[in-house]
């Protein structure tokens, strides 16, 4: 199959000629998958604002020590890995929508503990939980979308995962700003619930339906998602192929597993996790007065340059951002580095500077340019952060050309759903697991 063969562009389970479907059902369906997402960021900035409340909590409230409080960042990433692979076998077994429903069981009962915790334990428990269903939530969510979105919106929608993403760390961020711990993870209760609620009503993807031989249903789903099954087409024989582990010898399977792994590990390895779990803790640290208002300025520059890194992204190239956002990276974090070093034990330092005091020329200001510093570091490494989103699918070009099985348009856009795309190639591919929660 060549570059220009027509078939290799035909979408899986879309309309041809271009004819795009009229219903909007598909984009309420989007959108209550996208709680996932939602919920995932939430569940990942809980602990920046909460850390800090829950330290200075006083008994019988349970309170954070030091180590505690590194753990209560941390342990969602075990229960994160763990429900990738939890994931990964239910969406092939249990199917989609009702994966999705399932996650959203774990994310309640998690800030349910939280919410009800007396002491540390419980507390690491409720976020464990949480961190099992972001793992099911990463892998299933883009999924869903790219399957049941029609060709002309399915790139907007697959968007829309990494962005909601990123929109819910920003909602704990804001939210801890006004909220102590436990109203906080009552609130974080509202996304679940309410995907939970909308899931219910929404159809199983067309897509799944076929692979399970229930063609009638398959049918009812995309007039109910597209509003008719005008230019319907049904995947070709083979289109869906066996995984086995001689598969990874060829060339057009290792390269884009190889670099798309290599990329996620070396972005958890960047430290971003870190500033997300700790943002709040990271400025109290650095001396600042309104560490709230820092992390918020933090949550906000990433959601509005995850959004621009998307509109961007097919113009400027995938290359071109990976490696900007890596420059950019580096000089942010070198920066930050410089800050701490220049305000150690200095009684001229920037100890509990205020982000809206005043500039002036006077040298006892001369610190508030320092916090200015730290705030720019930090936007500057969150904004190149921003930049590393790009197509799966693209980087799995080789293999489906190499196969022969058709690429879906417009997949999934952020670093962790490359894996996800690979399901697309090969269904039965036993690589579930989420290395970037």
Known sequence: MTPEDPEETQPLLGPPGGSAPRSRRVFLAAFAAALGPLSFG??????????????????????????????????????????????????????????LLLCSMPFVAGFAVITAAQDVWMLLGGRLLTGLACGVASLVAPVYISEIAYPAVRGLLGSCVQLMVVVGILLAYLAGWVLEWRWLAVLGCVPPSLMLLLMCFMPESPRFLLTQHRRQEAMAALRFLWGSEQGWEDPPIGAEQSFHLALLRQPGIYKPFIIGVSLMAFQQLSGVNA?????????????????????????????????????????????????????????????????????????????????????????????????????????????????????????????????????PHGGPQALWCLLACLRFLHLQCPFHFVLCP
Not at 44 to 62: D, K, T, V
Not at 66 to 92: E, I, N, Q, Y
Not at 299 to 318: E, S, Y
Request: proline share 4%.
């Open 275 to 407: 500033v997300m779990f700790y943002a709040e803790t990271i400025f109290e640290e650095a001396k600042f007065k309104d560490s709230s208002l820092a992390s918020v300025i933090v949550g906000v520059i990433q959601v509005l340059f995850t959004a621009v890194a998307a509109l961007i992204m097919d113009r400027a190239g995938r290359r071109l951002l990976l490696v900007l956002s890596g420059v950019v990276m580096v000089f942010s974090t070198s920066a930050f580095g410089a800050y701490f070093k220049l305000t150690q034990g200095g009684a001229g330092n920037s100890s509990h500077v205020a982000l809206s005091a005043p500039v002036s020329a006077e040298p006892v200001d001369a610190s508030v340019g320092l916090a200015w510093l730290a705030v720019g570091s930090m936007c500057l490494f969150i904004a190149g952060r921003g930049d590393r989103h790009l197509r799966p699918h693209q980087l799995a070009h080789g293999l489906s050309r190499d196969q022969g099985v058709q690429q």
């Open 42 to 99: 939430f569940a990942l900035g809980y602990s920046s604002p909460a850390i800090p409340s829950l330290q200075r909590a006083a008994p019988p409230a349970p309170r954070l020590d030091a180590a505690a409080a590194s753990w209560f960042g941390a342990v969602v990433t075990l229960g994160a890995a763990a429900g990738g692979v939890l994931g990964g076998w239910l969406v092939d077994r249990a199917g989609r929508k009702l994966s």
